[in-house]
Structures are given as C-alpha cells and as structure tokens.
C-alpha cells in the first residue's frame, strides 16, 4: 500500500442531451478535509450528493471543486410578443407620418425592438432534472477518481522520500548507539579526568558521595533510552507506510516524537561525535515533519 498526498489535480468532461459540462477538481494540503463547492447558478440541488460522494473518497486537504456547464441550445425557447410587435408597428407608421419617410419599416427592424421578441428558459421536467442531476454526479465520481490518482502518484514519489529519510534515522540512531564516547571504558575515563581536575582544586571528597554523583551524572548523560524509542518510532512508522487507511495525522505525531528525543540527545550529549550525530538526527527529522504534512 502506497501513500496518498494530499496535492492533485483532474478534469472530467461530460455530455448529457443538449448539456455539455466539465467537473475540474484541485487539492493542497490541510489539517482536515475542507471542501469548496462552486457550481452554477440553478444548480444548488447538487450540493448536498455533491459533497457526500467527496466525503466518501476524500479524507483530508483543501479542496476546489468546479462546475462549468452549457447548454447546446441553451434551453431557452423563442417567442413572439404580438402586442409589442402591434405596437412597435404603429409607432414605425407614425414616425413615417412626422417624417414624411416613404419606404415601410423593416421586419428586421421591427424584431429586433426590445421586447418584441422573447426568450425564455423551457421548464425541465422533473424526470429530464433527475437525469441530468444523475450524469453530473457520474461526472463528479470520475473527476474525483482521477484526482485520487493523481494523489497517489504523488504520494508514491513522497513515500520513497520518506522511506529515504527513515533510513537515514536509523544509521544515525545505530552511529549514536555505538559511539566510543558511550562505551565503559571511554565513560570510566571521562569520569576520571573530571575527579582529577576537581582533585586539583585541593578540596576534599568524600569517596562515596563521589561515586553516588559520578553514577548520577553518567545515568543522566546516557542516552539509550531515546535511542530505544527512535528505535520503536521508526518501526512504527515503517508499519505505517504499509497502511491501507490515511496516515498523515499519525506521521504528524511520529515525527514530533522523533524530534523530541533528537532534541534530548542533543541537551544529553556530553561528547562532540553524539553532538554531531544529534544535530544529523535534527537536520533529518525536520525534512521529515515537512514531508508528512503533504500526507493525506
């Protein structure tokens, strides 16, 4: 199972009786599923059906969802105003009386007075209503599988991303797990010098108390428990990329647990080399956190 992003793209056109329509849908990332539905005026009916079935296979991102729609003949019927013609005519008659105009006026001329002939949107049945309403949600299913393709093209390219950069943590946790500054002998010896330094200062220890502080201080500089749970967060994540059901939010959360403990090993270390790995681990992680936020 591949992951979804939440970044895409589709078109769908259609062709219902003299209707000729194109969904378009656009998705960018966001923290839930938020839908905007434009679609033309006439048209509202749709809304409802129309937001359910992107409910239904959309989890999350900002989307844009557009109707364009036309007519062939633009359901509109021609008539004729035969009082208006009555009395465009007759005032045409008393024009070439003022004037002393001798040619009749022109049918053209006459037609194309305002008012004189109209149109008008022929009524839909509601059987011819339902129909139409039918195709576009049929339209709206293939823009909407298309965009999930699209979705999941994208989110193919960003799981190799991010199985790289797992990958990455994980030499990174094992280098900070076996560095010479962890091992008992590099432990003992830093503690050593640290004794003889203070030894220098001519104030005396007590020898017991000493050992009680010098254990306290090596338990708190050691790191294994954050290694231990990097550990465990990498298997979970890995286990993720393997789900069939969206998991941005839980990625979200991964990665900030990631960044807490690289941030703990960071204060914790008390060597350049686990330093240095730290701030590896840091660098890493932060390409990770922006990643999973295109996580569907």
Not at 15 to 24: K, L, P, T
Not at 46 to 57: D, F, G, M
Request: glycine share 6%; aromatic share 2%.
């Amino acid at each position: 199972m591949t992951l979804k992003s939440m970044t895409g793209f589709a078109r769908a056109d259609g062709v219902h009786g003299d209707a000729r329509w194109y969904w378009e849908a656009r998705s960018v990332n966001g923290r839930s599923l938020d839908l905007r539905l434009r679609l033309p005026s006439g048209l509202e009916r749709l809304e409802i059906a129309a937001r359910a079935l992107c409910q239904e296979k959309l989890a999350r991102g900002n989307c844009t969802i557009n109707l364009s729609l036309k007519r062939e003949t633009g359901g509109m019927e021609i008539s004729l105003n035969e009082t208006a013609l009555a009395q465009a005519k007759a005032v045409a008659a008393r024009a070439q009386v003022l004037t002393g105009h001798k040619k009749p006026p022109r049918l053209d001329t006459l037609l194309a007075m305002r008012g004189v002939v109209e149109t008008v949107e022929g009524e839909e049945s509601e059987e011819a209503q339902a129909a139409l309403t039918h195709a576009l949600l049929a339209g709206l299913a293939e823009v909407l599988d298309r965009l999930v393709s699209a979705r999941e093209s994208e989110g193919e390219r960003l799981q190799l991303v991010i199985e790289k950069q797992l990958a990455v943590i994980a030499r990174l946790v094992e280098q900070a797990s076996s560095a010479s500054a962890r091992q008992p002998e590099a432990l003992a010896a830093r503690l050593r010098e640290q004794v003889a330094r203070l030894a220098e200062t001519g104030v005396n220890f007590d020898p017991e108390r000493l050992h009680q502080e010098a254990v306290l201080l090596a338990a708190k500089a050691d790191i294994q428990e954050e290694l231990d749970r990097l550990r465990a967060h990498i298997a979970a994540a890995n286990e993720l990329l393997e789900s069939s059901q969206p998991a941005g939010r839980k990625f979200e959360f991964l990665a900030q647990e990631f960044n807490r403990e690289a941030n703990t090993i960071c204060s914790k270390a008390a060597d350049l080399e686990i330093s240095r790995t730290g701030l590896e681990l840091k660098t890493v992680i932060d390409q990770l956190r922006e990643q999973v936020q295109n996580i569907e």
